[in-house]
């Protein structure tokens, strides 16, 4: 009986490492540069891949969406709206969409895709929501709970860069 728990024990920890190698390898194979957005209100941005860098940037701004350029035993190298460039914990990211509503007027925000569509509200530049998806020029945002679309080329986070799966 003993002999028998041992085997099954083996077998079992043998199909964990292997479901944990397949997890591995496809978070690997993500083709860069990949959309994520910020987990968190506070998120430390650092100028190199671990804890024992400096901090650069901290951010308070949960769902911001940035730009994965590369990736390093957890962290993430990514891009923000504005350009600057650093290294954020994988941890404190989620794959979860989101777009920014870029400089200029506030962008309205439509009942459908065309610009004909009726207008529901205006975002200001700087405002941050969950992109829903896209479609031609045209992208559904949820800003707080009130989804509308806006012209693509008026946000940022909104390019399809690869395959996004939600976390």
Not at 2 to 18: D, E, Q, R
Not at 41 to 54: A, H, I, L, Q, V
Request: aromatic content about 8%.
């Amino acid at each position: 009986m003993k002999k028998l728990a041992h085997t099954i024990f083996a077998i079992l920890g043998g199909l964990l490492l292997v479901l944990l190698a397949s997890v591995e390898a496809q978070a690997q194979t993500t083709e860069l540069p990949y959309w994520k957005s910020l987990r968190y209100n506070e998120t430390f941005m650092r100028t190199g891949p671990s804890g024992e860098y400096p901090i650069d940037w901290v951010y308070r701004r949960q769902g911001l969406p940035v730009r994965v350029l590369r990736t390093r035993e957890g962290w993430d190298y990514v891009e923000e709206p504005d350009g600057t460039k650093g290294w954020i914990s994988a941890s404190q990211l989620t794959r979860a969409r989101a777009a920014i509503v870029t400089d200029g007027e506030p962008v309205s925000l439509r009942e459908g895709p065309q610009a004909e569509a009726k207008m529901l509200w205006r975002a200001a530049p700087g405002v941050v929501g969950k992109l829903l998806g896209c479609r031609e020029d045209w992208c559904e945002i949820d800003i707080e709970g009130r989804a509308g679309w806006v012209e693509a080329a008026r946000l940022w986070g909104d390019d399809d860069l690869s395959d996004q799966v939600g976390d």
